[in-house]
């Protein structure tokens, strides 16, 4: 199994759910809103805010843990959709996850996912 956690930018995130919504058998996305900076530190971004009198970036955090079988077809929708070529487009990482429980039914494995 493996852990996918991508960065993109807020404007992009219907466009990329809407894409991920087409991948048969997608276990589903959690989704937040977060802020943070990258090498330039937020200084030329023209949708900075500043907090605590630092400057951040707003973004949106996607996550979601597949089959390894499914990881590359999530991460090049994303990378695909995503991307607008310039500097702030974002992260994708990718994990390996050991193990997965399944709270309610306590099902573990690829069974919880």
Same mark, same amino acid.
């Given at each position: 199994?493996?852990? /996918? @956690?991508? /960065? /993109?930018?807020?404007? $992009?995130?219907?466009?990329?759910?809407?894409? *991920? +919504?087409?991948?048969?058998?997608?276990?589903?996305?959690?989704?937040?809103?977060? @802020?943070?900076?990258?090498?330039?530190?937020?200084?030329?971004?023209?949708? $900075?805010?500043?907090?605590?009198? #630092?400057?951040?970036?707003?973004?949106? @955090? *996607?996550?979601? #843990?597949? +089959?390894?079988?499914?990881?590359?077809? #999530?991460?090049?929708? /994303?990378? $695909?959709?995503? +991307?607008?070529?310039?500097?702030?487009?974002?992260?994708?990482?990718?994990?390996?996850?050991?193990?997965?429980? $399944?709270?309610?039914?306590?099902?573990?494995?690829?069974?919880?996912?």
């Amino acid at each position: 199994m493996k852990e /996918i @956690k991508a /960065i /993109i930018r807020p404007f $992009k995130l219907r466009e990329v759910t809407e894409e *991920l +919504h087409k991948i048969k058998g997608l276990p589903g996305v959690t989704v937040s809103e977060i @802020k943070g900076f990258g090498k330039c530190r937020a200084r030329n971004a023209e949708d $900075k805010i500043e907090y605590e009198m #630092v400057e951040f970036v707003p973004r949106i @955090k *996607l996550e979601t #843990v597949v +089959h390894d079988e499914m990881a590359e077809e #999530v991460v090049n929708v /994303i990378q $695909k959709i995503a +991307h607008t070529g310039n500097t702030g487009d974002g992260k994708i990482f990718v994990t390996n996850v050991e193990e997965t429980v $399944k709270i309610r039914t306590n099902e573990r494995g690829r069974d919880a996912i």
